[in-house]
């Protein structure tokens, strides 16, 4: 497949986000940490942070929201989310729609799940037991048996909602199936996890049903070492993974084959991680065949640098931090898996500013709609035309690629080479020398109806319209030294202040054109050209940033 080919593929392809939206308002998994956000800094000032920008420090726990549970969630030496390569989370795979044969605390098999779809060896699954209509952000279902007529929406999603038969895992096992997802609290039964300590009185309402049902009591159905070993030690061990909480537009795919891809961002320490979980279905007038022999004979380009606590945050911004709340051999709230709460500031790691980080007007992550964060672009290497502290220009741009009206732009200084995980890092270098835009750069941004931007270093500005000049006078002094011998002009007689500090964002941000920060990883490997370009962001609805995975694809 040609480069233009698989860029028109996957422009045309139809594209359904199955990821729940996350709010300060999403419940966590019982017992954890909600969403915590808060301002820390704003454009004039705020406790905390000082002036210039809108940041925000947030606290969670990575099972709010759709999100990844990787292997070390339940076995401490197996891999953890960054090691899981982006091959394993993306393929072909099936929805199956069992929302009609499913109830409260109920059972489902694998015989249901195959009378309803064909499951290959080797599938993404997701299953749409029908609960995500218990989502915090979903209208209410009508119950005249419960309090206030209404069901409880927590209790629904997290405490009630059925789960795999016995011998699921076992079948998902031998059919070598690559992930489950499923669109309720857990991939397990709530009554298969620590719920059925925290919540007596509901799991002798399952018990109940499943002595009718079944004729057995929970213990005899699912003897504890037995299933211990089969959900802690065999599961994790053979990799298989589990993607919880989805929803979206996962109605419009049932029972329906489609290319299906978890995307979480790429923690190192931890064990689950959040995700943008998206499925392609062919464009019209191509074959279910054809489109995923299309996809295979793609290849993804990974340009997000690790999530980690070794990351450096920018200047001002809380680093991030870590701390193991429960363990597999128990801890604070029970034996079961491993779970950490996080906290940290958005401008740490790759990824995408949002309008609201600079404009207060402007929407947040979330409720920007999927098809703003991918389509065709181009990325242009022009690492060996900029050096420390120097200007790049649309010129540059234009004269190494067939930048297109509407594109998606990344740029690649060489800067990458300088971070953090890099056996060349140079942390200063990264943060306060990298190059930056023009002062026509904006407005020929605006002119070319540039979609988004991207770039390898730490700011899409140069860091000499930024705080950093404060910061670091000897670098000013360095950069304006070299403005005046390349250009002729002093700093402030280029860029005047009242206009060009912090360009990239105050002019652009109310156009609507954001950027992302700190790419890295395979955007080393990527020449000069077009590629089909996406941002997986977690849905945040209340944030003005946000971490994702940042993919670029081309041709094997």
Same mark, same amino acid.
């Given at each position: ?25 999403? @419940? ?93 060896? &080797? ?18 279902? @009508? ?12 209790? &629904? ?10 011998? #699921? ?149 809380? @680093? ?55 389509? @065709? ?28 009206? &509407? ?63 404060? #910061? ?36 652009? =941000? ?25 941002? =997986? ?20």
């Amino acid at each position: 497949m040609n480069r233009e080919k698989l860029i028109s593929t996957l422009s045309k392809a139809k594209w359904f986000d199955l990821t729940q939206a996350l709010s300060i308002f999403t @419940p966590p998994w019982p017992g954890e940490m909600p969403l915590q956000v808060h301002f820390f800094k704003r454009l004039t000032g705020a406790w905390g942070g000082g002036q210039g920008a809108n940041g925000q420090l947030i606290e969670w726990s990575n099972n709010t929201g759709t999100h990844l549970v990787g292997p070390r969630a339940f076995h401490s030496g197996a891999r953890a989310i960054a090691d899981i390569p982006l091959t394993q989370l993306c393929g072909e795979g099936v929805v199956v729609d069992i929302s009609d044969t499913v109830s409260d605390y109920s059972l489902y098999t694998p015989q249901m799940i195959m009378d309803r779809v064909t499951v290959k060896e &080797g599938d993404i699954l997701i299953i749409n037991t029908g609960y995500h209509k218990y989502a915090y952000d979903q209208p209410d279902v @009508p119950n005249p048996n419960a309090q206030g007529g209404i069901e409880n929406k927590e209790f &629904g999603y997290y405490v009630r909602h059925p789960g795999p038969s016995p011998d #699921f895992f076992q079948w998902a096992l031998d059919m070598k199936l690559k992930l489950i997802g499923v669109d309720c609290g857990c991939a397990e039964h709530p009554m298969n996890t620590n719920v059925r300590t925290m919540h007596g009185r509901e799991f002798e309402k399952a018990e109940a049903k499943l002595q009718t049902t079944h004729g057995t009591t929970w213990d005899e159905m699912y003897p504890v070492e037995w299933y211990h070993e089969l959900t802690h030690i065999t599961m994790p061990k053979a990799g298989l993974l589990l993607a919880e909480a989805l929803g979206g537009q996962i109605n419009e795919l049932s029972n329906q084959r489609a290319w299906i891809m978890v995307q979480p961002i790429p923690f190192m320490e931890v064990e689950s991680a959040w995700s943008r979980v998206v499925a392609l279905k062919a464009p019209d007038g191509m074959s279910d065949s054809d489109f995923f022999a299309a996809m295979a004979d793609m290849h993804m380009l990974d340009m997000t640098l690790p999530f980690s606590v070794q990351t450096p945050q920018w200047a001002n911004y809380e @680093p991030l931090s870590i701390k193991y709340t429960k363990r597999v051999g128990g801890l604070y709230f029970g034996l079961g898996r491993n779970n950490a709460h996080c906290r940290a500031s958005f401008h740490l790691a790759t990824h995408m500013d949002g309008e609201k980080h600079f404009w207060a007007a402007g929407r947040t992550i979330g409720q920007v709609p999927l098809d703003y964060w991918h389509g @065709p672009g181009v990325i242009v290497d022009i690492a060996d035309q900029v050096s420390n502290a120097s200007v790049y220009t649309p010129q540059m741009i234009e004269q190494r690629v067939d930048l297109r009206d &509407g594109d998606i732009l990344i740029i690649k200084t060489g800067w990458h080479q300088f971070g953090w995980n890099s056996p060349d890092s140079d942390e200063f270098r990264y943060m306060i020398k990298h190059p930056g835009p023009s002062p026509d750069f904006s407005d020929w941004c605006i002119a070319r109806n540039i979609k988004w931007l991207g770039i390898d270093c730490v700011a899409m500005e140069h860091p000499m319209n930024t705080i950093q000049r404060v #910061f670091h006078p000897k670098t000013f002094a360095e950069a304006n030294q070299k403005l005046q011998e390349q250009y002729g002009q002093a700093w402030d007689q280029m860029y005047p202040l009242d206009k060009y500090y912090q360009d990239m964002h105050l002019n652009l =941000f109310p156009k609507g054109i954001v950027h992302a920060e700190n790419l890295g990883g395979d955007i080393a490997r990527a020449s000069n050209g077009r590629y089909y370009i996406a941002a =997986f962001l977690q849905k945040g609805m209340d944030n003005a940033s946000m971490w994702g995975r940042f993919v670029a694809w081309q041709e094997k």
